[in-house]
């Protein structure tokens, strides 16, 4: 399977867990902290200059869903860059993709965030919501290595019918 098929399926598996872990650690927040997901505030700042204030909440919510869908589907395409020579060990590639989700996280919340003076900062999350975020990565991360790996192993024979390759 080509490095960007590889990535971009990977990718899209991996944003299921992650994507699920941000709904449920949404309801863990006091009132007080329920307020946008990082990634909703970022993509109205990023968005705002062509005019996605006049977006109705669902028309929001929507294309907060498709940025970070995109942003994840380059991250998972370096990453398939990254290990294309990495042997497909299950356990290997989950700690691999573990800590590739962090070092995304790092890069994104203490670096071109900051640099773009975007909000919100790392620095400026409560605790709670910093490790809400980092364990969003980790999730990510580890389910992309373990679908990098599993799509190395079986990339081109994954969706073909098993009983018609014994025959």
């Given at each position: 399977?080509?490095?960007?098929?590889?990535?971009?399926?990977?990718?899209?598996?991996?944003?299921?867990?992650?994507?699920?872990?941000?709904?449920?650690?949404?309801?863990?927040?006091?009132?007080?902290?329920?307020?946008?997901?990082?990634?909703?505030?970022?993509?109205?700042?990023?968005?705002?200059?062509?005019?996605?204030?006049?977006?109705?909440?669902?028309?929001?919510?929507?294309?907060?869903?498709?940025?970070?869908?995109?942003?994840?589907f380059g991250?998972?395409?370096?990453?398939?860059?990254?290990t294309q020579?990495?042997?497909?060990?299950?356990?290997?590639?989950?700690?691999?993709?573990?800590?590739?989700?962090?070092?995304?996280?790092?890069?994104?919340?203490?670096?071109?965030?900051?640099?773009?003076?975007?909000?919100?900062?790392?620095?400026?999350?409560?605790?709670?919501?910093?490790?809400?975020?980092?364990?969003?990565?980790?999730?990510?991360?580890?389910?992309?290595?373990?679908?990098?790996?599993?799509?190395?192993?079986?990339?081109?024979?994954?969706?073909?019918?098993?009983?018609?390759?014994?025959?």
């Open positions: 399977m080509e490095i960007i098929q590889r990535g971009f399926w990977s990718g899209a598996l991996a944003n299921g867990p992650m994507t699920l872990m941000f709904f449920i650690f949404e309801d863990f927040f006091p009132p007080q902290e329920s307020h946008k997901l990082p990634p909703a505030s970022l993509t109205a700042q990023m968005t705002r200059p062509l005019g996605s204030e006049r977006l109705s909440r669902q028309g929001s919510a929507d294309l907060t869903m498709i940025a970070h869908f995109v942003y994840s991250a998972s395409m370096l990453y398939a860059k990254l020579r990495q042997s497909p060990q299950r356990m290997k590639s989950i700690v691999t993709g573990a800590s590739y989700g962090f070092g995304v996280w790092a890069v994104s919340y203490l670096g071109w965030i900051q640099i773009f003076r975007l909000k919100p900062r790392a620095t400026n999350l409560s605790p709670e919501q910093n490790l809400m975020m980092i364990a969003a990565h980790l999730i990510w991360g580890a389910s992309l290595g373990y679908a990098d790996c599993v799509l190395k192993q079986q990339g081109k024979t994954l969706l073909d019918d098993k009983s018609a390759r014994q025959a």
